[in-house]
């Protein structure tokens, strides 16, 4: 497909949704699959928009479910086109077949997930479970707070899962209505810079084509199916060594200043507690941080970015330096160790080899789109704080702002 991006500005005030949707532009994504389901829908809506006044030109093609567009996405990737598709909630969750395959089949998709909550009951607000979904698949997922970094994620998320040492999907969250509908000023690349980051996908040899005959999808069993889990596992790892190498590409093309590819800290320099989390949780947190240190607290911010490959090593680097952590948790992870999230159990994981035994508490909040506020920051900083001063744990657990 070509494409023609002059009538994209280098500087637009945009969505999270509509950053992403420039990148496949300006990625030359060759087939895109839409089925609408709020709040992931304004990407495909501004995808059709990019088509209808000429600034794009690809494949688009609006499926029934789905189930069926994470199929297409999966077939067109096996044959050889760069693609994108994505879904929200349950949505997300009625394409968990596709998904599944998507993985062993070695195809890198890469997909938006708009984060909202599962039903039932109903909500349009935002929780990570339904991304989180897949985290045992073979996804690498990618947590973004704000439009540009959006956009950046996006030329990421292509760069990592189609470099031949990796061929695994990537999906970029964004949180529901926080991101995939507020507007920021985003700094759109020059389309040079963007093609000197961005290769062309070439699947070599494993390309699906009548000159090359190879087998997709064979059904193997006990006989090779563990071989091929394996391979997969070796896949994910070596994605870590892709992320730091595109990365620090990302960095010097784009002038863009992250240390870090895996996380991010805030005002961590001399601080005594620190709480984690993913996502626009970021934004209420920074304030209140800033808030807390004018007041001579010693506090601070640690940001996950990677989900999956999961930073251990980072994180082991970044939290051993503190007297308490608190994790916070938009999602729920029921019936886990200390009832705690997803996030929460996977850093008391990482934790584990630390030199340090630093005492780490779980928080559940912003469940539904519920507001994160300065205050209910403020409660989860002065219970982490009460753990560092006295080494006494009370409860693992606790849900913030509940009725």
């Known amino acids: 497909m070509t494409t023609s991006t002059d009538s994209l500005a280098r500087e637009q005030l945009i969505s999270g949704s509509e950053a992403i949707a420039i990148a496949c532009a300006m990625a030359d994504v060759d087939v895109i699959t839409a089925f609408p389901i709020r709040p992931y829908d304004t990407v495909m809506q501004y995808v059709s928009k990019l088509i209808a006044d000429g600034a794009f030109n690809c494949e688009y093609i609006v499926a029934e479910s789905e189930h069926s567009q994470f199929e297409i996405v999966k077939h067109a990737s096996a044959v050889g086109a760069r693609t994108f598709a994505g879904s929200s909630g349950v949505g997300w969750l009625y394409a968990y077949e596709a998904l599944a395959v998507t993985t062993g089949l070695r195809l890198p998709v890469v997909a938006m997930v708009g984060n909202r909550a599962l039903d039932d009951p109903g909500a349009f607000g935002c929780e990570h479970n339904d991304a989180l979904s897949v985290r045992d698949l073979g996804w690498m997922l990618r947590w973004v707070d704000t439009a540009q970094e959006a956009m950046d994620a996006a030329f990421m998320a292509w760069r990592v899962a189609e470099d031949p040492r990796v061929y695994l999907p990537c999906a970029i969250s964004t949180d529901g209505a926080f991101l995939t509908h507020s507007q920021q000023i985003v700094q759109v690349p020059d389309q040079t810079l963007v093609d000197q980051f961005l290769p062309p996908y070439d699947r070599g040899k494993f390309v699906l084509h009548p000159d090359n005959p190879i087998t997709i999808a064979p059904q193997v069993n006990e006989d090779w199916l563990m071989e091929i889990r394996r391979q997969t596992d070796e896949g994910m790892r070596r994605s870590r060594e892709v992320i730091i190498e595109a990365h620090n590409d990302l960095k010097r093309i784009f ?149």
């Open 255 to 403: 002038n863009r200043d992250d240390e870090n590819p895996f996380i991010e800290e805030y005002m961590t320099d001399g601080a005594d507690v620190v709480l984690v989390g993913m996502g626009t949780l970021s934004l209420p947190l920074r304030v209140t941080v800033r808030r807390l240190r004018e007041q001579g607290r010693k506090v601070g911010f640690v940001r996950v970015r990677w989900f999956r490959p999961f930073p251990d090593q980072e994180l082991r680097e970044s939290l051993s330096k503190f007297k308490a952590v608190g994790v916070i948790d938009r999602d729920y992870s029921l019936g886990a160790p200390q009832n705690g999230g997803v996030l929460y159990t996977d850093i008391r994981s990482a934790m584990y080899d630390a030199d340090a035994r630093v005492p780490i508490i779980g928080f559940i909040a912003g469940l539904g789109g519920r507001e994160v506020t300065i205050d209910s920051a403020t409660e989860m900083f002065d219970l982490t704080q009460k753990v560092a001063d006295t080494g006494v744990i009370d409860e693992q657990l606790r849900w913030i702002d509940v009725r």
